[in-house]
């Protein structure tokens, strides 16, 4: 067996930046698999370019044979697997590729690591099975409910949600049925740079700057638990390094906020950066629009577990979080024309009806 992780999804918004810390910090040789649909970019990965300890592979976890060969090829120590569909909008509009990927994917990927887990003599007990699942699978809180536990019963409320619950529950199958051990941390919303502007925070930042209408769902008074890229990152490397096999990790931000407390934090964040722009005050945009089909009223993340096993706690706060986000944003025009392009435009136009 090699020190070698191979990463499914590592050209996504997560698996890029576990990807970079993976290279950075006691670096791990990657292989990383992906099928650069319209939410994974090369964009993401430049900085790996010429690192010759990190492999690109295009293509599907659900191609049996590809990943059979990749586990052949490259001996990996461990699967991180983050490959997935993950929008909640495009999962109510249509949850076929969320199967696909999701829960007949994650089946493929299983069930090629337990014919090569079998047939690894006595590094058997080094290798893991890394599933990196969502918050999303625990249902909605009520506002005064205490904060999902590894234990909290499974109540998925979106096809997106109950693609990642069959998910864990195929994880899960995979180590009481056959012994692979496997690992599953369940995450609550994450935000940072390179994130796809179909996305709540990256929307706003990239509709707000053209002067486009903020379309906020219901009332704007959903909570969500907001999560760092890299403090998620860090949390993923640590369970693969010392989490027990068989367990779940619940990774949280410690940072509930309402959607419209967020967007009007964010406006008049772009109001101080942008004096020149036309669209000051970035509130003018806001529009309460008809709410999301199904919409989860709040999420939080209770990770005690995490923090009191191996250590972990969240290290951004939600503020300046949000504003080095903000930042990078401005700062990348080149990303973003290289992944807003025209299918992102086909999207606003479909989802808000935004002739951008
Ligand atoms: P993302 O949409 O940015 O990236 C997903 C990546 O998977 C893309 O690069 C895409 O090309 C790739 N992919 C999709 N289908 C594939 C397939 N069949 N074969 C190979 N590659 C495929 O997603 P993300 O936000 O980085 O999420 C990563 C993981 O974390 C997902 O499993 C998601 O469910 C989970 N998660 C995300 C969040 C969040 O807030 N973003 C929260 C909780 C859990
Ligand atoms: P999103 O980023 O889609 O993540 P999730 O649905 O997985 O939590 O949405 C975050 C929150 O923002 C959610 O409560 C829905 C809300 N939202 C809007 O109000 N308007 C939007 O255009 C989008 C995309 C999301």
Known sequence: MENVVLVTGGAGFIGSALVRLLRRVEPLGVVNLDKLTYAGHRANIDALAGDSGHVFVHGDIGDLELVRRLFQEHRPRAVMHLAAETHVDRSILGARPFLETNVLGTHALL??????????????????????????????????????TETTPYDPRSPYAASKAAADHLTAAWFHTYGLPVLITNCSNNYGPRQYPEKLIPLMILLAMEGLPLPVYGDGLN???????????????????????????????????????????????????????????????????????????RYAMNFKKVKSE????????????????????????????AVAGPEFRQWLKRQYGTAA
């Not at 000051?280 to 008809?290: D, N």
């Open 111 to 148: 069930a090629a690591a337990r014919e090569y887990h079998a047939d690894c003599g006595p590094d058997r007990d080094r290798f893991r099975f890394l599933l990196v699942s969502t918050d999303e699978v625990y249902g909605s809180l009520g506002p005064s409910d205490p904060a999902f």
């Open 310 to 337: 191996l250590g972990w706690e969240p290290r951004e706060s939600f503020v300046s979080g949000l504003f080095q986000t903000i930042d990078w944003y401005l700062e990348h025009p080149e990303w973003i024309q």
């Open 223 to 297: 909570v969500r638990d907001w999560l760092y890229v890299d403090d998620h990152a860090r949390a993923l490397r640590l369970v693969l390094d010392k989490g027990r096999p068989g367990q779940t990790y619940n990774i949280g931000g410690a940072a509930e906020i309402a959607n419209i407390d967020l967007i009007r934090t964010l406006c008049r964040r772009l109001d101080d950066l942008m004096p020149e722009s036309p669209h000051r005050p970035h509130e003018r945009l806001i529009r309460f629009v008809p709410d999301r089909p199904g919409h989860d009223r």
